[in-house]
């Protein structure tokens, strides 16, 4: 089959991305300039430091994905960009650059929804997930839970009343003092704690809906931690850590559960940054163990923000030759369904 390589642009949130894919599966070139180091001081991303930061790195960024493809501009067939959902400021920084590109080199734009990009980082690396599936997408800014009839069709079952589950782990981490992105040193920390050891609120598990509600869990936290230390005693981090964990994995799982034993859909997906935690990987893997169904997740560097996702996600605009036009706008709150 002849190669169409597509270059996608991602630049919704801290992370900017560019990436050379051909057929929507084969990474030709990829470069990505993570801003954790310009956050980290804050706790959490700055939105005007986000798209500075994507007007600096976005050129170079693209030069060395298309250099590790060897390919020119000229050479791609298509520009694909996040066009939402995501920061404002940030979105802005990639669709300008794409549409500039576009119409320089006379190619066509493919809009591309940043959540459906997460979806498809698990088309990428999975060739055998099949469609239907139920799919929780979960990263700092996003926590819902999607049934997938097949690949374009989404209906969200679900979602978070407030804080994302990503946010959650950061705002933790961040009232702890243990830097920022919270996830990956919450994942860590908690390897070694007790899940049991605090019983923090399963939110919403009753609930009957696929809602989920974060941010009592993080006071709760708070309350705990004032707590101990008004008694003069020593905080267990990595009970700490495991037992938040616990508190919002066991809601997830629930949740999982219900959607597919309701719509009894074997096949189930975990998508966006936080579906690198071990935890969560675990306790979906024993779901399917004890129920007979089918998970798939991507590899932890396909889970946060990238553009490769981005350019997996656009190859079945570019069948349908569903192009953007020029004076398309980024939509902060683009939705799946
Ligand atoms: O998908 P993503 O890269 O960006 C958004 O689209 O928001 O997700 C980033 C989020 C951050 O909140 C980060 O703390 C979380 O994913 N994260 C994790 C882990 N790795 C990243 N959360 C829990 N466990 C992890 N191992
Ligand atoms: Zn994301």
Known sequence: ?????ILAIETSCDETAAAVVAN?????GEALASQVDLHARFGGVVPEIASRSHQELINPIIDEALEQAGLTLEQVE???VTQGPGLPGALIVGLATAKALAYG?????IGVNHLEGHLFANRLEHADLETPFIALIVSGGHTQLVKVEEWGAYQVLGETLDDAAGEAYDKVASYLGLGYPGGPVIDQLAQEGDPSAVDFPRAMIKSGNYNFSLSGLKTAVLYH???VKAAGRNLDLPDLAASFQAAVIDVQIHKIRQAADETSIDTIVLAGGVAA???LRERLEALATQTGRRVFYPSASMCTDNAVMIGAAAWPRWLKRDFLPLNAESLPNMRLD
Do not use: E, F
């Open 78 to 80: 298509a520009l694909a």
């Open 225 to 227: 931690v004032t707590r």
């Open 105 to 109: 080199a006379g190619k066509p734009l």
């Open 1 to 5: 089959m002849d190669k169409t390589a």
């Open 277 to 279: 935690n071990r935890a």
């Open 24 to 28: 929507g599966r084969q990474v030709l």
